[in-house]
């Protein structure tokens, strides 16, 4: 599938989101989408699911099996988890059994006969995935599917999203904690300055340029209960323009305030990462 110089603004006159956007998704590939919160990921896979049309560019080879999970499930619905996903199967001709199926892979089989809208945001989330996944769609696009998840079930995703990828599927997925890391072999995006670049590989062992590290510490003149958030000034020498873009920062902290500060620091768009 491809985009030729799409640009996207949701209203006619408004402020263009994405401009000038050319790319290419490949068949059996991950895609993961990176940049800033605001920058436009959201807007991206949705103008790459079809929910939007560009106005201007085109976009042309979309698989016509498409799954889409928004970044926040739609809950507020009067139907049970069993009666939504029973008719979400029906609707792409799948029989009721794959509900069962994705119910139990995803961790949720216990929930099917509660109301959506008495689901926890993580219940939901999976609710969401398993409706995106369950027709075995040739085009999977995941926006922040990690958010609000259990450890369970955000460990098994990245198999889950290699698997589909493996049957010859395109995967897309926005991903602002870093969980696709398990899946090396993936492509990267970045959008940013109203458009989408893309980025390298990442390398085995890499801390992404863009990337800040928090790495406890028990060592040196720093309590044992303290993580230290590390990081360095970045820009590899003759980087050119991304030279001193981006910068690492080393922040110490108590333990208990860590996870606080990681999961504020991601939600505002920026890469963390804690080492052993
Ligand atoms: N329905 C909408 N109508 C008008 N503007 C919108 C709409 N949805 C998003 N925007 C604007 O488009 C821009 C990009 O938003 P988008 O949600 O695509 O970014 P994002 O990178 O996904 O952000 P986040 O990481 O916070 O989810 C923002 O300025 C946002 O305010």
Redesign the pocket.
């Known amino acids: 599938m491809r985009l030729d110089d799409v640009g996207f603004r949701?209203?006619r006159r408004?402020?263009w989101?994405l401009r000038d956007v050319t790319l290419e998704l490949a068949p059996g590939r991950v895609v993961e989408v990176t940049?800033?919160?605001?920058?436009?990921?959201?807007?991206?896979?949705?103008l790459a699911a079809g929910l939007r049309r560009p106005r201007r560019g085109r976009v042309t080879g979309r698989p016509g099996r498409i799954g889409y999970a928004p970044?926040r499930f739609p809950a507020a619905q009067p139907f049970t988890v069993r009666a939504y996903l029973t008719h979400m199967a029906a609707l792409h001709g799948r029989r009721g059994d794959v509900v069962r199926t994705w119910s139990e892979r995803l961790g949720f089989a216990h929930l099917l006969d509660v109301r959506l809208s008495e689901l926890s945001k993580g219940s939901a989330q999976k609710v969401g995935l398993a409706q995106a996944l369950l027709h075995e769609p040739d085009l999977l696009i995941l926006?922040?599917p990690f958010a609000g998840l259990d450890a369970r079930t955000r460990d098994e995703l990245p198999a889950l999203i290699a698997e589909r990828a493996a049957e010859g599927a395109t995967v897309v997925v926005?991903d602002?904690q870093r969980v696709l890391g398990p899946i090396r072999d993936r492509d990267r995006l970045l959008?940013a300055d109203r458009t989408i670049s893309v980025l390298g590989p990442p390398e085995a062992g890499e801390v992404p340029r863009d990337c800040a590290t928090i790495r406890s510490s028990g060592a040196g003149e720093v309590p044992r209960d303290w993580a230290t958030i590390r990081s360095s000034s970045v820009g590899p020498p003759g980087a050119g323009e991304d030279r001193g873009r981006f910068a690492r920062l080393e922040v110490t902290v108590e333990v208990a305030e860590a996870k606080e500060l990681e999961e504020g620091l991601r939600a505002a768009?920026h890469r963390v990462r804690r080492l052993p």
């Not at 940049?35 to 949705?46: D, E, H, W």
């Open positions: 949701y209203h408004g402020p989101i940049g800033a919160n605001g920058a436009g990921k959201s807007t991206f896979l949705r970044e926006d922040e926005s602002h959008v768009g």
